[in-house]
T-cell receptor
């Protein structure tokens, strides 16, 4: 398996523009997580899905952020409108989570810069 | 809310020395604890997962211990090599189904 695949690897945009980040989880995994990593705040969980259903979105900073998982093999994280403070590395991760002792597998991340 | 702390924030050792990385957490109601490695500009790679019922896990030169009652875990890396240089993060999967990460320990192994 190719692992968790994220695109794009880098995104540079101007304030106010819409940004869409994409993720393909590992085949067979039923849980998907979106994290944001910054130097100041470390790794923060934004939202996680189980069987394509959002379970916990309490980490989504505000209404400008939205996430979807239309099927088991694809998820998007959208920021509209983007702001400079959204600049961070955004990671997608997946797990089988059929029990409670399954490893979490991360993608390589999307480095977002909002100018 | 689960709080995860890693001390020290950074560590520099000569090659061959054993590494000891510490992780503490505030709520002992956990399912498991994972140790991850992150290289610069890359994602996280899971190294070891310790279930709440276990005391330790080993993989090659890596050994992780867990003392759930005191809220502590330690990652030992034996005979460190320059290739071990990276940031190591611990993450606790709590009974409320949330995974909380520490800020990490950045390790530099000098050749």
């Amino acid at each position: 398996d190719a692992g968790v695949i994220q695109s794009p690897r880098h995104e540079v945009t101007e304030m106010g523009q819409e940004v869409t980040l994409r993720c393909k989880p590992i085949s067979g995994h039923n849980s998907l997580f979106w994290y944001r990593q910054t130097m100041m705040r470390g790794l923060e969980l934004l939202i996680y899905f189980n069987n394509n259903v959002p379970i916990d979105d309490s980490g989504m900073p505000e209404d400008r952020f939205s996430a979807k998982m239309p099927n088991a093999s694809f998820s998007t994280l959208k920021i509209q409108p983007s702001e400079p403070r959204d600049s961070a590395v955004y990671f997608c991760a997946s797990s089988s989570l059929r029990g409670t002792n399954e490893k979490l597998f991360f993608g390589s991340g999307t480095q977002l810069s909002v100018l | 809310k689960q709080e995860v702390t890693q001390i020290p924030a950074a560590l520099s050792v000569p090659e061959g020395e054993n590494l000891v990385l510490n992780c503490s957490f505030t709520d002992s109601a956990i399912y498991n604890l994972q140790w991850f490695r992150q290289d610069p500009g890359k994602g996280l790679t899971s190294l070891l997962l310790i279930q709440s019922s276990q005391r330790e896990q080993t993989s090659g030169r890596l050994n992780a211990s867990l003392d759930k009652s005191s809220g502590r875990s330690t990652l030992y890396i034996a005979a460190s090599q320059p290739g071990d240089s990276a940031t190591y993060l611990c993450a606790v999967f709590s009974n409320d189904y949330k995974l909380s990460f520490g800020a990490g320990t950045t390790v530099t192994v000098r050749a």
